[in-house]
């Protein structure tokens, strides 16, 4: 894995669910995949308890973080995670990964054809992309070049913490996010479950 390196840094007040705080936006050159994925830093993750900041892998969900589609968990696992990295101190990774890297228009296709009754996974399939297309090679570039080696992953999501433990970095936690579960949802988290081997406990 070739080495990014840190581009900018920028002060930027935000607001965002219950939390309002100024965070620190992080930009890098030589990404993996070219995008322009972003760290936005929180708290004070060199305080973090034991030197180990949290951090979150957060793809792209304009439907879901902008829009506050339900069909989705997307937007209030955002907030959950700006408000849990706050006060612990760590990392949310906002990676360009649009509908698990597949894209936005690509995504919204995939959204008619789940209307017709294909889960998320197969709606992917049916368009002719990867159930799940996303490579986090870029997310641990970009957490070796902010000088993280050792961290505890906020996800459900145990491909995310695997693939980082491939890329030599130490997941030393990983900590669950809670189940943000609707009527709207209710079908799209049990794909997640089902077929990605989400840790998601649903009930009846």
Not at 4 to 12: H, Y
Not at 94 to 99: I, K, T, V
Not at 146 to 157: D, E, H, I, S
């Amino acid at each position: 894995m070739s080495h990014a390196t840190v581009r900018t840094r920028v002060t930027l007040p935000i607001r965002l669910g219950e939390v309002e705080t100024v965070a620190e936006v992080v930009t890098f050159d030589g990404l993996a995949d070219g995008l322009e994925h972003l760290a936005i830093v929180l708290g004070r993750p060199e305080e973090a308890p034991g030197g180990v900041p949290l951090v979150r892998l957060h793809s792209e969900c304009l439907t879901g973080d902008v829009l506050g589609s339900r069909r989705c968990d997307c937007g209030p696992q955002l907030h959950e995670a700006v408000d849990r990295i706050e006060a612990r101190g760590g990392y949310l990774l906002y990676l360009r990964q649009e509908g698990r890297g597949i894209g936005l228009y690509a995504k919204l296709d995939a959204y008619r054809l789940q209307e017709a009754g294909l889960d998320t996974y197969d709606a992917n399939l049916a368009l002719g992309y990867a159930a799940d297309a996303r490579d986090y090679t870029a997310a641990a570039q970009m957490l070796r070049a902010l000088g993280v080696q050792r961290l505890a992953l906020l996800t459900n999501n145990p491909d995310k913490a695997a693939q980082l433990a491939a890329h030599g970095l130490d997941v030393a936690e990983r900590v669950p996010t809670a189940v943000h579960l609707t009527a709207s949802n209710r079908r799209y988290l049990t794909a997640k479950a089902d077929r990605g081997s989400h840790a998601l406990e649903l009930g009846a």
